[in-house]
């Protein structure tokens, strides 16, 4: 047997076959169990989101459809009209609040006029469109339709979908083309049968339905331009971007006016008057206040849960999909209804049909339960309208529904295929800040940020073009740290190293791909030890350092094992073989280099030549990171190349940028996920000068229960407290 073959032999062979100090290489994965709370609470979220969706539809439908010439229970008109008015504008309130609430803490340039002109006349047509087609058109139609036509309104952003689509990515083209020609299809399905077989409206109202849909569908113009070249459209996206309070505090006031004005003025074109609306009944009045408060209710927590369901990444299950889904049960509540109705009808009343229950149905007595009238007025307006009996005209009425809703849901397909970035904030996931109460789901749909990357090129493609460099310096402080603490530690990096090879072999996404450095300052690594032969004194590394030393090469051989047998790399050695020891002016250096490449350095302090203790050691580490490693290369080379001056500079300021120190105890364990996720921080926020992990004691008793209770105040009180008040005191955990 060779000296290779029985090394090997002895490396696998190890004293601790029943691995008693087990090193922790693997990663953090989800257990069973976490992963049940995880759907349940994706599954939960989906259903409020439904259920509340569900709520602001129906309630809204019952105020239009109580604002029709059929609707016998509530007659006064101009109180329908203004409540019916007040949830068009509550969301231009709430965000002209909210732009008023960000201003008052920092201001934004004003708009230029021509910018300020384009926006103001877009959401002015898009607002008078949606007023009126909910004001004056809708209610000439039954229930159910109005649910159809309530997803036509995507015309616009269908097209403009497919003419961005069509510059940059024409294989993606395919499903906003069809459902571009659904739409299409729906409209003329639509008035083929409104005009030609069911003949109960006339060509004006049919033409102002879709007239005033496409107009409303001009509410979503800003999602779909991204990538639009043009001048104008450049600047237009510029001005917006940089003026967002100011651009939706406009818009506000804007749609407000123009809602307010077609809802005044429509009252005495149909021959009504303002001063009969203080006479109502009180329980039509308690009915109309109820749906009111139910539908402006659920319509700002419906549009909130959404959000939420977009930030913890369930956007399929809690948000597109709920989303989607609401039209077919809103349809299937109220036939249920109908249905339920009409089975009771029936049961007492033998020898009598459809158009019998229809004609019973019309008048309600003013003692009737307020539940028992919302009923009557769903079977009224679905027996009213609609030619129920001839089934031919009911399926030709529900193959427009369908066309319009797999054209929205193709519309949106993108809602379904891109993902949401870690911590992305809610202006980045939605365009506007604003929904829509007469059509809730649509505009939360629409409103979902579409991201066009450019087209891909030889030249452009992320894989040719080289990763902006992107480097984390790990800062750790040991001192008298027992060996199991240390382990921990260490055992850490060696699993951010693996981590960083994985990213960068098989991830195209450089907000995931990073470099990193650890440096481990050592206090009082040195001891004295007497010679006996020569009676003289020298100095040897401590008890601690040996420990230290023999937690890395433990853990190297774990991890240089596995890394063998999933082949990501590293070469087949000892870790000693590897180690370079330097003597310092500070002490000494042991140099590693870890299996996938990254350098790991302990600097051994010596009391003799250095300061002791934490804080110098942390003021070391910063020195010689910041003042040596980044900076002073720049300067050398800007003394050597003076005429270079200004590229040194910006090439300094990028790597300033792209440089983060992440600072650890030395019985700290942490897993890959949550470096990353501290670098996301950082980057999202550039004014943020540290971020904090949340800090677990390990550990059994009540003097640990303690210890996690003012780990937990200190994080989510105290370090909140002294953010707020500008002075962070202490970064836990460094």
Request: charged share 20%; net charge positive; proline share 3%.
């Amino acid at each position: 047997m060779d000296n290779s073959t029985q090394s090997k032999e002895e490396t696998e062979l190890t004293w601790d076959s029943f691995n008693l100090h087990k090193v922790r290489d693997e990663e953090e994965n989800q257990t069973t169990l976490m992963g049940v709370v995880k759907f349940l609470c994706c599954l939960s979220l989906g259903l409020l989101v439904l259920g509340l969706a569900f709520l602001s539809r129906v309630s809204l439908l019952l105020l239009i459809s109580a604002t029709s010439d059929g609707s016998v229970y509530f007659t006064n008109k101009p109180l329908s009209h203004l409540i019916l008015g007040c949830i068009l504008i509550i969301p231009s309130i709430l965000t002209a609040a909210k732009c008023l609430w960000k201003l008052s803490f920092h201001t934004e340039s004003m708009l230029s006029a021509g910018s300020l002109g384009t926006v103001c006349l877009l959401e002015a047509v898009a607002a008078f469109g949606t007023a009126s087609l909910v004001v004056i058109c809708l209610p000439q139609y039954d229930i159910l339709t109005m649910v159809f036509i309530s997803n036509s309104i995507c015309l616009i952003p269908s097209i403009l979908q497919v003419v961005s689509l069509n510059v940059s990515h024409r294989f993606k083209v395919a499903a906003p083309l069809a459902g571009l020609l659904l739409l299409l299809g729906g409209y003329s399905l639509f008035l083929f049968v409104q005009m030609f077989y069911l003949k109960k409206h006339d060509g004006m109202y049919l033409g102002l339905v879709i007239l005033f849909s496409v107009l409303t569908s001009l509410t979503w113009w800003e999602n779909f331009i991204s990538n639009w070249k043009h001048p104008v459209f450049r600047r237009l996206r510029s001005d917006v971007d940089k003026c967002r309070n100011v651009m939706s505090l406009c818009i506000s006031v804007v749609r407000t006016l123009v809602t307010a004005c077609v809802v005044g003025a429509l009252i005495p074109l149909r021959g009504l008057e303002w001063a009969t609306i203080t006479d109502v009944a009180s329980n039509e009045l308690r009915i109309i206040l109820g749906l009111l408060g139910v539908q402006a209710g659920a319509s700002v927590l419906c549009s909130w849960f959404g959000g939420v369901a977009c930030k913890i990444h369930a956007v399929k299950r809690s948000f597109g999909l709920p989303l989607i889904l609401n039209t077919p049960v809103v349809l299937a509540a109220f036939l249920l209804v109908f249905r339920v109705h009409y089975n009771e009808f029936l049961q007492t009343n033998n020898g009598l049909n459809l158009s019998d229950f229809c004609a019973s149905s019309i008048g309600v007595a003013e003692n009737t339960p307020r539940v028992e009238v919302l009923y009557s007025e769903i079977i009224r307006s679905i027996c009213n309208q609609v030619d129920i009996v001839n089934v031919l005209s009911v399926s030709l009425v529900g193959g427009a529904g369908a066309c319009w809703w797999v054209g929205l849901i193709l519309t949106t397909i993108y809602v379904w295929t891109q993902n949401v970035n870690r911590i992305q904030r809610t202006s980045e996931t939605f365009v506007r800040r604003m929904y829509e109460a007469a059509f809730l789901e649509q505009s939360m749909l629409l409103n979902k940020r579409l991201h066009i990357s450019p087209q891909r090129t030889e030249e452009s493609d992320p894989r040719k073009m080289r990763r902006e460099n992107l480097m984390i310096y790990i800062c750790a402080t040991l001192w008298h740290e027992t060996a199991g603490e240390m382990l921990r530690l260490i055992s850490s990096l060696f699993r951010l190293d693996r981590f960083r090879e994985r990213r960068w072999k098989t991830s195209d996404k450089s907000d995931d791909s990073f470099d990193f450095e650890v440096h481990i300052m050592f206090d009082d690594a040195f001891r004295n030890v007497t010679d006996r032969e020569a009676g003289t004194k020298k100095r040897v590394i401590n008890e601690y350092v040996e420990s230290l030393i023999s937690a890395i090469e433990e853990t190297y051989r774990i991890f240089q094992k596995n890394i063998s047998t999933n082949s990501l790399g590293g070469k087949d050695e000892s870790c000693a073989s590897g180690r370079k020891v330097i003597s310092t002016p500070y002490g000494g250096r042991l140099c590693y280099t870890l299996p996938c490449g990254n350098d790991l350095h302990i600097h051994l302090k010596d009391t003799r030549f250095v300061q002791n203790r934490k804080r110098w050691s942390q003021v070391m580490c910063m020195y010689y990171l910041l003042g040596w490693r980044l900076y002073r290369k720049h300067f050398v080379c800007q003394q050597l190349h003076p005429e270079d001056g200004s590229k040194i500079r910006a090439r300094l300021e990028t790597e300033k940028k792209n440089t983060y120190i992440l600072t650890l105890d030395g019985d700290t364990e942490f897993q890959p996920s949550a470096v990353t996720l501290l670098i996301d921080r950082l980057r999202r926020y550039p004014g943020v000068g540290a971020a904090c992990g949340r800090i677990h004691p390990t550990g059994f008793g009540p003097m640990v229960w303690y210890q996690k209770f003012e780990y937990a105040v200190s994080h989510w009180l105290q370090k909140t407290a002294e953010h707020v008040l500008g002075s962070v005191l202490c970064s836990p955990g460094c």
